[in-house]
């Protein structure tokens, strides 16, 4: 799609004097407002900028919201798409009492708008309405508080949009909320609770998935589902912000700390705990200035040191020297508690992992952690026998849980794992949070995973909310923690999932997918067809599939031409912020042939071949035995050959060569009788890989492929050479 972007000149805006700015048919259609001049006394606190902005739309990234609220008030401005309708607004950071707006308008100004205030960014009041503006500079006074301050376009000036050189809120804010008292564990063995200010608390929460710039967006949202805790991975200087709007949604944060090899397995960062007292040092010194910075602010709830290396560090060592990494590792983290507890005795300190196998090391070397806390998911119900068993002498939280993740489930018939439906996911958060909280007096809370927005493969296996669109999944966590979702409108539900042809697309052609869809609000549904490939080649991205209606709520979808497994997706919406969404994999294959293949099993000779690499032996005569598991493979150079001996002249129609990813950008179809004089009948030089069809009728002995270039860094690999009469 070609993107028609406005024009980055305008015609400047006429001059106007400070006694013009507002005319009198403004002030006098003005009803909930009167348009003065700047005044003469002391202003009221500049609370907008370097704020957190947010508009309906920008012509683009150089006229983003930002630029309306960083001080600048000639050199950089915000623009919106060219229709009427179109927003900005600015987060605070915290509820205000504001007194005056000043909207510095560029040449593209408003005719008519509103002002508005929100305290959650979701309900708006409206404190001031223009309906005359004739843009310059409009200096507002209104009276109000909120946290969001938002400019409602109704009518444009000109024929272009919305465009603002500086959107200033004016005003005061209140002290920020006190601590609400220290935060402690509480108890004796078997029977502890969580504390804050003398209150129980149980975790009820969510890991954070978006920008913090995202954060006011978000948090009154996560509020609603009855979320009272947020977890994070890292802290630091940027963390502020989401603290701060996490506070004033009365939200507390699980503050974590990162360390190597963090994440469990594949992830990367190795680092020697038994030796690398620099590394322990850096970071010690790294977490005491975070927490010294963040000790007395409100959404402090606890301080969480590490995530999954216990399990990471496997995949830095192995035997007897792994034994004393895990622990030099848990009694670093035990070093890292004790210097948290003398800088802030007010907050419990914990650290997570991803099996309760990590337990015993934290027992024997962490004994100044408050509680555990451990990730866990599809076999969360048996974290509490595990407990009982080790006789551990803590309680702990659960700080990632959910339906069961890729490495639980059993694989599918193309040797995937079978991702589970919306319904068994919405039923897998429900079953985690009865057993996280059936274990009374131990198991204190949990954050489930996961709040996300990401729409990917990752995301649509575990987010919430993928692209903003709440799942089952999400009702099912809002009513665990808020009691009822009486009154909600829910996602579509899908059911019946079937895929034609699963294990046997072929490239480019069609496949069919039916699903059963059904809205319990009776809502209009719209659905969609989408694709991952990420099992294919990597790209976890979802695609829109070229698709069409059968009916019956079947569709006929075209396969990729990249061979391998994909996941095939169907995405209902309704309209109303829900969707649901249903997966199933697909192998996509070489297209058949028709005709013989007068290849198969026939003398096969090339330039050359790897003999030991990888997969290899990968000799020629793999690439015509007729078997897609087999491969030719040449030396990583150009250019290579490889050539099939029909036995005698044959007519033939077609070839189809299957490429590994080795491809070849640039090659020749060439024939001879003898084996020595040669004719081509195909060329070519923008190859992409996966499978070729080339129509080049002849009779010959001998079919060679002349390679010249290589689409990739490795040689030349096909798993199929095939000649078909």
């Not at 700080?399 to 991702?419: F, R, Y």
């Amino acid at each position: 799609m070609t993107r028609i972007t406005a024009p980055t000149q305008r015609r400047r805006a006429r001059a106007r004097t400070t006694a013009s700015l507002v005319s009198l048919g403004a002030l006098l259609a003005t009803s909930a407002t009167v348009l003065t001049a700047a005044p003469a006394t002391a202003a009221p606190t500049l609370l907008s900028q370097g704020k957190t902005a947010t508009a309906s739309s920008s012509e683009g990234a150089a006229y983003s919201a930002s630029a309306a609220v960083d001080g600048d008030l000639t050199g950089t401005r915000w623009a919106s798409q060219w229709t009427d309708g179109q927003w900005l607004q600015v987060d605070l950071g915290a509820v205000a009492d504001i007194s005056r707006v000043v909207l510095n308008w560029e040449g593209a100004y408003g005719k008519a708008y509103d002002i508005q205030l929100s305290d959650n960014g979701t309900d708006w009041r409206t404190v001031s309405s223009v309906t005359a503006g004739d843009g310059g500079t409009d200096d507002l006074t209104v009276s109000g508080t909120g946290r969001y301050v938002r400019l409602q376009g109704v009518t444009r000036g000109t024929g272009y949009g919305y465009s603002l050189w500086e959107f200033q809120v004016y005003g005061s804010t209140s002290a920020p909320p006190g601590p609400g008292g220290a935060v402690r564990v509480t108890g004796t063995q078997g029977n502890w609770q969580l504390t804050v200010g003398g209150q129980p608390y149980t975790v009820k929460g969510v890991t954070w998935g978006p920008a913090i710039a995202d954060a006011g967006r978000y948090m009154p949202d996560v509020k609603s589902m009855g979320v009272n805790t947020i977890r994070t991975w890292g802290t630091d200087g940027g963390t502020k912000p989401l603290l701060d709007t996490a506070a004033a949604q009365g939200i507390r944060v699980i503050n974590g700390f990162w360390l190597q090899p963090g994440g469990g397995p594949g992830s990367g960062g190795c680092v020697n705990y038994v030796t690398d007292t620099a590394y322990k040092n850096t970071m010690l010194t790294e977490f005491a200035k975070w927490v010294d910075t963040y000790k007395s602010h409100p959404a402090t709830l606890m301080w969480n040191v590490g995530n999954e290396s216990v399990l990471g560090l496997q995949n830095c060592y192995s035997g007897t020297e792994l034994e004393a990494q895990r622990n030099a590792y848990t009694t670093f983290v035990n070093d890292v508690a004790k210097k948290i507890h003398t800088i802030d005795p007010d907050h419990p300190v914990t650290s997570t992992d991803a099996w309760t196998g990590a337990w015993p090391y934290y027992k024997r070397n962490a004994p100044d952690l408050d509680l555990y806390s451990m990730n866990s998911y599809g076999d969360i119900c048996g974290v509490r026998e595990d407990w009982q068993e080790g006789g551990y002498t803590k309680p702990y939280i659960i700080t990632e849980t959910g339906p069961a993740g890729e490495w639980e489930m059993p694989k599918d018939a193309n040797g995937v794992p079978d991702e589970p439906t919306d319904v068994q996911k919405a039923e897998g958060y429900t079953k985690a949070w009865n057993c996280v909280v059936g274990h009374q007096g131990v198991g204190l809370g949990a954050t489930v995973f996961h709040y996300g927005t990401e729409h990917d493969f990752g995301g649509v296996w575990f987010n919430l909310l993928p692209a903003g669109l709440k799942r089952l999944s999400y009702y099912a966590v809002k009513k665990a923690y808020a009691g009822s979702i009486a009154g909600d409108n829910t996602p579509p539900v899908i059911s019946g999932m079937t895929v034609d042809q699963a294990g046997s697309a072929p490239a480019g052609g069609e496949f069919t997918v039916r699903a059963d869809v059904r809205d319990p609000d009776g809502d209009p549904v719209t659905t969609r067809i989408l694709l991952s490939g990420n099992y294919a080649n990597g790209d976890k991205r979802l695609v829109e599939a070229r698709s069409r209606s059968l009916g019956n709520g079947s569709y006929a979808v075209t396969a990729p031409e990249k061979l391998g497994v994909w996941k095939v997706y169907v995405q209902a919406e309704d309209g109303r912020g829900n969707a649901g969404i249903e997966t199933r994999s697909v192998k996509v294959v070489a297209p058949p042939v028709t005709g013989t293949n007068i290849a198969l099993d026939r003398p096969t000779t090339a330039s050359s071949f790897q003999a030991s690499y990888g997969d290899c032996p990968c000799p020629p005569a793999n690439a015509t035995d007729g078997k897609q598991g087999t491969r030719w493979a040449s030396d990583w150079s150009d250019p290579q050959w490889i050539q099939v001996d029909l036995g005698s002249v044959r007519a033939f129609r077609r070839l189809q060569l299957v490429w590994d990813p080795a491809y070849a950008r640039a090659y020749e179809v060439r024939v001879s009788d003898d084996g020595t004089s040669w004719k081509t009948l195909h060329t070519t030089t923008d190859g992409n890989g996966d499978v070729d069809t080339v129509e080049a009728g002849a009779t010959a002995r001998y079919v060679r492929l002349q390679l010249t270039a290589r689409g990739t860094g490795w040689g030349y690999s096909l798993h199929e050479f095939g000649v078909y009469s």
